[in-house]
């Protein structure tokens, strides 16, 4: 379903990357994803966990919720807020590419600081969603440790009815990619 005119704005507004020169109907169409997404998991979950690994293990949400269409996003990882945006933390590597989105990016260059961050991006919230189909080991391990005292939730299946319902720009794209027989 797509948004109609006299419906409801989303509600978040702050965190814009400023770096970011997309056209206001595609900032709008991921606040609606990221707020649509909230909307589909428990009440209780403030915080939403989207970790890549390594290919051939990444998580499509993370592209869902990205917003940008190249790169791979080894070790990157997306932490939203509900009704307050996302941050994406992501190496140098893939630095600018993540700088093409909307959300704000946090850089690490090391195993370190992407252990810094984790723990930074997780401070204070009490339940957070994951997505256990697509998240490997390390990484879940590694939200556990620095997320001690938060309650780990499984949201796959609010992903999922999240991502049945296709927006502007994601029908845009469909018509637009080349099909499998193009190809």
Known sequence: Q????????????????PHCKISKRIWGSMKARLERLFQNV???????????????????????LLGVGGG??????IV????????????KLEETSARMGPWPVEVFGSRSELANLMEESVKGCSAIGINPPELNHRAYTMLVKY???????DISEGIKESRLIKDEV???LLYTSPSPRDR
Do not use: Q, W
């Open 72 to 77: 791979l996003f080894e070790n990157s990882y």
């Open 170 to 172: 994601e029908i845009c």
């Open 2 to 17: 797509l948004r109609r005119r006299n419906e409801e704005p989303c509600k978040i507004k702050r965190f814009r990357n």
């Open 80 to 91: 939203a807020r509900r009704d307050a945006g996302a941050v994406i933390y992501t190496s």
């Open 42 to 64: 428990p009440k209780n979950v403030d915080a939403i966990f989207i970790m890549n690994g390594t290919e051939p293990i990444l998580d499509n949400t993370f592209f869902y």
């Open 147 to 153: 997320a001690s005292n938060a309650n780990i939730v």
